[in-house]
């Protein structure tokens, strides 16, 4: 099946800096992207759509300026999460259609963010 | 609203006992309904896709099934190894929204 990578796979950061996490389809282009937060126990919370060559679409309550998407290429989406605090810790995973259907919707192995 | 409820929200099982989770939604005009499985600190894993009511999937010990209020993930004699959160999902325009999912625990 389609794979969808993460990177990093953990980040610990200082509180004030803004940390990138990069999304990619490996063996598939990806038009559209998702980005998700899951907090401990607690289901996956869709954030944001990532569209190529396009602003990304945020769900109700999500920060814009705060989680800033870009979606450089048909491959590639990254999520900076800007001067980062204690509460944007939490485990954010991408995920995207595979080969354009909506058969399967396919997980990056997510990113887990730490601010200290 | 659409709506996905998943129960129960967590269950402990012994080794070879099987059961089934439940899924139910509300959404106006299903496009698809999504299984996947959940280990800590890893992404969902995919199932299974259902699309009408009365189709089934069957893959190992697991079988999804669906209805037009609701699906059903059936475990056969389940095995340590398939203690995991399962997670529920409905297609709403091009993105898919979860219920809370259901942790289930097998016991050796």
């Known amino acids: 099946g389609a794979v969808v990578s993460q990177h990093p796979s953990r980040v610990i950061c200082k509180s004030g800096t803004s940390v990138k996490i990069e999304c990619r389809s490996l063996?598939?282009?990806?038009?559209?992207m998702f980005w998700y937060r899951q907090f401990p126990k607690q289901s996956l919370m869709l954030m944001a759509t990532s569209n190529e060559g396009s602003k990304a679409t945020y769900e109700q309550g999500v920060e814009k300026d705060k989680f800033l998407i870009n979606h450089a290429s048909l491959t590639l989406s990254t999520l900076t999460v800007t001067s980062a605090h204690p509460e944007d810790s939490s485990f954010y995973i991408c995920s995207a259609w595979g080969r354009g259907s909506y058969n399967e919707q396919f997980f990056g192995p997510g990113t887990r963010l730490t601010v200290l | 609203e659409d709506q996905v409820t998943q129960s129960p929200e967590a269950l402990r099982l012994q080794e070879g006992e099987s059961s089934s989770l439940n899924c139910s939604y509300t959404?106006?005009?299903?496009?698809?309904l999504f299984w996947y499985r959940q280990d800590p600190g890893k992404g969902p894993e995919f199932l299974f896709t259902?699309?009408?009511a009365g189709e089934e999937k069957e893959k190992e010990r697991l079988k999804a099934t669906l209805t037009k209020k609701e699906s059903f993930l059936h475990i056969t004699a389940p095995k340590p190894e398939d203690s995991a959160t399962y997670l529920c999902a409905v297609i709403r325009g091009d993105k898919i929204i979860f219920g809370k999912g259901t942790r289930l625990h097998i016991l050796p």
């Open positions: 063996d598939f282009q990806a038009t559209t």
């Open positions: 259902l699309y009408s």
């Open positions: 959404v106006s005009g299903l496009r698809g």
